[in-house]
């Protein structure tokens, strides 16, 4: 079974401030890794994907998230937050070798960040 | 804007009644995914089409069903409604049938079960 876990439910930061969203995974096989972030009363954006490469991996926004399988960890990180990155954050995982294309979410970090 | 849309915003119903929320893909994706998003579950992936055809299944009820038109328009079928059917539901957009394409998802529809 595939799984995604987001250990915090909320991350505050200050602007300015570098931005670590956390996100570990659980599958058989190769991981296919997205990171998607839900403003409020909107629907999810794509951010950002790991598929196969290089370990860091750049999106959209300014945002990356460093691949590492031996901590089978996919942490999506800002080096200088802006307040207008406050907003929910899903990562999500896909395990494409047993020909499952089911997209699992974890629970969502809600990211607060201060002026 | 994804491209994706969705009808209608919000819905207001009745326990028992069976409502219909509708989904256009982005221009030229195949594939579309609905998911249920709601406090207590979270967002559950519920079924994906490609070009017409069911591809996966997700955590979906027997009372829901969904379809993919020719157009490739789609539509979540949702019958006998429950308070606890209450949710956001979004409906999302791929090019491709796998797990390697990011998916784009619309604005989503509030259904408030009363």
């Known amino acids: 079974a595939q799984s995604v876990a987001q250990p915090e439910d909320q991350v505050n930061v200050a602007e300015g401030n570098p931005l670590t969203v956390k996100c570990t995974y659980s599958v058989s096989g190769n991981p296919y890794l997205f990171w998607y972030v839900q403003y409020p009363n909107r629907g999810l954006q794509f951010l950002l994907k790991y598929i196969t490469g290089d370990n860091l991996v750049k999106g959209s926004y300014g945002f990356e998230a460093e691949f590492n399988k031996s901590q089978t960890s996919f942490h999506l990180k800002k080096p200088s937050a802006l307040v207008s990155d406050s907003a929910l954050y899903f990562c999500?995982?896909?395990?494409?070798?047993?020909?499952?294309?089911?997209?699992?979410f974890g629970a969502g970090t809600t990211v607060t960040v201060r002026a | 804007d994804s491209g994706v849309t969705q009808t209608p915003k919000h819905l207001i119903t009745a326990t028992g009644q069976r409502v219909t929320l509708r989904c256009s893909p982005r221009s030229g994706d195949l594939s579309v995914y609905w998911y249920q998003q709601s406090l207590d579950q979270g967002l559950q992936f519920l079924i994906q089409?490609?070009?017409?055809?069911?591809?996966a299944k997700g955590n979906i009820l027997e009372r829901f069903s969904a379809q993919q038109f020719p157009d490739l328009h789609s539509e979540l079928n949702l019958s006998s409604l429950e308070l606890g059917d209450s949710a956001l539901y979004f409906c999302?957009?791929?090019?491709?049938?796998?797990?390697?394409?990011?998916?784009?998802f619309g604005p989503g529809t509030r259904l408030t079960v009363t």
């Open positions: 999302a957009s791929s090019t491709g049938r796998d797990g390697a394409y990011e998916q784009y």
């Open positions: 089409y490609y070009n017409g055809e069911e591809r």
């Open positions: 999500a995982v896909r395990d494409f070798l047993h020909n499952d294309y089911k997209l699992s």
